[in-house]
Structures are given as C-alpha cells and as structure tokens.
C-alpha cells in the first residue's frame, strides 16, 4: 500500500515538473537589459533650465589652479612654460558662456610618447600650416600631401621637443575651466607669439571696425603679434583659426557674428 501511494506521489511529481517546463519552453527568450537616457533634468517651475545669458564671474586665475587644469587634461605629457612671463590667459574663446583656459605648454622631458599617441583625450591643429608652408624655402621643392588633420583619422601632429604649445581647455557649466569635468582641449602647435592678451567678445566690432575682410566671431579673441604680423587666435565653430589682414581669406559671416554690428 505504502509503495503503491509513493508511486502516485512520484508520478504526480513527474508530471507537475513536466508541465512547468512546458511552460518554460513557451515563454519567450529573455531580453536584454538596454540601460534608458537619464530623463532631462527640469526645473522647479516644470520647464528645462535656461541657458545662461552671461558667463559667471569668476575669481582671478591662479597657477596653482592652471596646473591642476593641466594635470588633468595632459597628465604628465606637457607642462606649463615657465620661461613666458605671462603663461595663461582666461576668457570665453567658443562663446558658451563658460570661461575657458589658454595656457602656453612645452613637452615634458622624455614624454613625447603620450603627447604624440595616435588617439588623444584632445583635438591637435596647427592653425599657420598653411602660412608658414607658403613661406618656406622648401616650396621650392615638391612638398608630401600630409594627411587630413582629422579627430577620425587620429592625431596626425608629430610633436617635437622643441616646440611650444598652446592649449586651450574650454570651461564646463559655471566652474569653467576649474569644474573637474572640463577636459575638452584644444592643442595649438606654432601659435604662440608676442603681447598675448584677451579681447571680448563685445569690444570686437569697435575694435575692427571697417576691417575687411574679416572672419566670423564666436567669442573673445585671443590678439598677439606673431612673425611680424598683429592678429588674433579665434574659434572658428569647430577649430581654433589664426586671423591676419594681410594672409586671411574671406568667408561668409554667420548673422550671430559680432562682426555683423559692423555692417
């Protein structure tokens, strides 16, 4: 009798099992996990955030504050340039309302290696190639086509030991360039001239006032004197461009441009 009811007890079992799996079987494959966009952040009154119409005052920089910003982009690949009496300039070069830093670098000793790495955290231009190229003796001489000085294509620059640099770190929300997440850099190699200094934004159309032709303005202005020539460095949307009366060639003017006041 006691065999007889574990037998049933033991073929209920077989059966509860075999149709759980069954079921198993008709469920559909599990899908993955796709992690979903964190939702935009709104403000207490429902709406997005507003950008911002003026850029936050921040205090006067400090070197100490440069080489923590340096640090952080470049690791120990480059360092400040000590030699310069004035190494660094702030203001907000790309026009986001967010200060950001340029600051006259050298390569480090023995680290051309990670200055020179194929895929670096920073965007490397050289914004006279073409004038210093239409100037050198060796035109003379039939010149190899460099390769396009793409972010795609990786980092095309060969650094030397020799050169100096200029590295503009753009800024991230109202910190600008101190906020911890301001790592988008630009790295200039053959820029640096003579009496740096920054023109605003908004003291460009008066100071340029009838100069034609003239490129189109994002933000503040980064004038020197370099080979004998006055100009300024300038974002140009995407790159960081070199302007001179005497070699700059005209484009249209974006109607956002300080320089359509001057019209």
Same mark, same amino acid.
């Given at each position: 009798?006691?065999?007889?009811?574990? +037998?049933?007890?033991?073929?209920? @079992?077989?059966?509860?099992?075999?149709? $759980?799996?069954?079921?198993?079987?008709?469920?559909?494959?599990?899908?993955?996990?796709?992690?979903?966009?964190?939702? =935009?952040?709104?403000?207490?009154?429902?709406?997005?955030?507003?950008?911002?119409?003026?850029?936050?005052?921040?205090?006067? %920089?400090? $070197?100490?504050?440069?080489?923590?910003? *340096?640090?952080?982009?470049?690791?120990?690949?480059?360092?400040?340039?000590?030699?310069? +009496?004035? +190494?660094?300039?702030?203001?907000?070069?790309?026009?986001?309302?967010?200060?950001?830093?340029? *600051?006259? &670098?050298? %390569?480090?000793?023995?680290?051309?290696?990670?200055?020179?790495?194929?895929?670096? +955290?920073?965007?490397?231009?050289?914004?006279?190639?073409?004038?210093?190229?239409?100037?050198?003796?060796?035109?003379?001489?039939?010149? !190899?086509?460099?390769?396009?000085?793409?972010?795609?294509?990786?980092?095309?620059?060969?650094?030397?030991?020799?050169?100096?640099?200029?590295?503009?770190? #753009?800024?991230?929300? %109202?910190?600008?360039? #101190?906020?911890?997440?301001?790592?988008?850099?630009?790295? &200039?190699?053959?820029?640096?001239?003579?009496?740096?200094? *920054?023109?605003?934004?908004?003291?460009?159309?008066? !100071?340029?006032?009838?100069?034609?032709? @003239? =490129?189109?303005?994002?933000?503040? $202005?980064?004038?020197?004197?370099?080979?004998?020539?006055?100009? @300024?460095? #300038?974002?140009?949307?995407?790159?960081?461009?070199?302007?001179?009366?005497?070699?700059?060639?005209?484009? =249209?003017? %974006?109607? #956002?441009?300080?320089?359509?006041?001057?019209?």
């Amino acid at each position: 009798m006691l065999a007889r009811k574990a +037998s049933v007890t033991t073929s209920w @079992f077989l059966v509860v099992i075999g149709s $759980l799996a069954l079921c198993g079987c008709a469920k559909p494959p599990p899908q993955p996990i796709v992690e979903q966009p964190p939702a =935009p952040q709104a403000s207490e009154a429902g709406s997005l955030p507003a950008q911002p119409t003026e850029m936050p005052k921040l205090p006067p %920089p400090r $070197l100490e504050d440069v080489q923590q910003a *340096v640090t952080r982009v470049f690791k120990d690949a480059a360092v400040i340039d000590g030699s310069r +009496s004035a +190494s660094f300039l702030v203001g907000d070069f790309n026009g986001d309302m967010s200060q950001d830093l340029a *600051v006259i &670098l050298k %390569p480090a000793e023995g680290k051309l290696g990670e200055l020179n790495q194929e895929f670096p +955290s920073w965007i490397a231009t050289e914004p006279l190639e073409d004038l210093l190229r239409s100037k050198s003796k060796a035109l003379a001489q039939p010149v !190899a086509a460099r390769p396009s000085n793409s972010t795609a294509a990786g980092q095309t620059i060969r650094f030397e030991k020799s050169d100096v640099l200029l590295a503009i770190v #753009h800024g991230y929300g %109202p910190k600008g360039w #101190h906020d911890p997440d301001a790592t988008q850099t630009h790295l &200039l190699r053959n820029i640096v001239g003579t009496n740096m200094r *920054v023109l605003p934004f908004e003291a460009v159309a008066k !100071a340029y006032k009838g100069v034609r032709p @003239f =490129p189109a303005i994002y933000g503040d $202005l980064i004038r020197q004197t370099i080979f004998g020539e006055s100009g @300024f460095i #300038h974002f140009t949307g995407g790159v960081y461009g070199w302007y001179d009366p005497r070699n700059f060639k005209s484009g =249209p003017i %974006p109607a #956002h441009s300080a320089m359509s006041a001057m019209k």
